[in-house]
């Protein structure tokens, strides 16, 4: 009889993904450490699903992402994709990704990659999608499909969106690694840290963003990406409607009143 130690087993039983919530933070932790935390089908259901819940979640202020074991996120399962080939099966993996990065980006609240180890191909896409990113020192990055035969397409979406062209053609082009200074120079990350000072780092970040209004929080993020889609005039003309509506909200009313009485804000939501 096989013991239920051995590590096939346990990570067979292991969920894919964890979720711990504190101070208003929901804590995501992708949980397949000895596949790199690779987004198999399953690992992306379960993402889905928590972003999801989080959406009708009131408590929760703000989203962490991160990964356990040596790396943050390696990608997509190549032996999960391998292991079932065809037309059927890559589209609907493509299309299963897709949403899961949008749902990242529609979700009211803010989300943060705290990244370690490697994040490459879908997992440097992760990373370009959530809306702030803090990395290790020791952290690389690459999309390197072109390496392999298949050109990182989809997690150039994410990529051009988040660093320069040209950046962004590099590491495409290429599929070298980068270094956590250089993916903060190009904008892929927002700040750098030692490794044992990451946490701090992210829950320092997450408590700022906590304490801020929901409401202001998530028309803001909202209104930030629908925004840098349109034409210069159409975004001033979005935007000075967004201002409007949000100053009509009782949050924005308290909070400028607070701080005109110069006394800490007390957020409704509303």
Known sequence: MIPLTHPEIAAAEAPPLLRRDEGGVAHLTLNRPAARNALSIALMTALEAELAAITRDDTVKAVVIGGAGPAFCAGHDLREMRA??????YEALFSQCSRLMLAIT?????????VHGIATAAGCQLVATCDLAIAAETTRFATPGVNIGLFCSTPMVAL????????????????????????????????????????????????????KSPLTVAIGKEAFYRQTEMPLAAAYAYAAETMTRNMLARDAEEGIDAFLQKRPPVWQGC
């Open 84 to 89: 079932s080939p065809g037309r059927a099966t």
């Open 106 to 114: 529609h979700l009211p609240k803010p989300v943060i990659a705290r």
């Open 160 to 211: 051009t969106r988040a660093v320069s062209r040209k950046a962004a053609m590099a590491m495409l082009l290429t599929g070298e690694m980068i270094d956590a200074e250089e993916a903060r120079r190009i904008g892929l990350v927002n700040g750098v840290v030692p490794e044992a000072a990451l946490d701090h780092a992210v829950a320092e970040l997450a408590g700022k963003i906590a304490g």
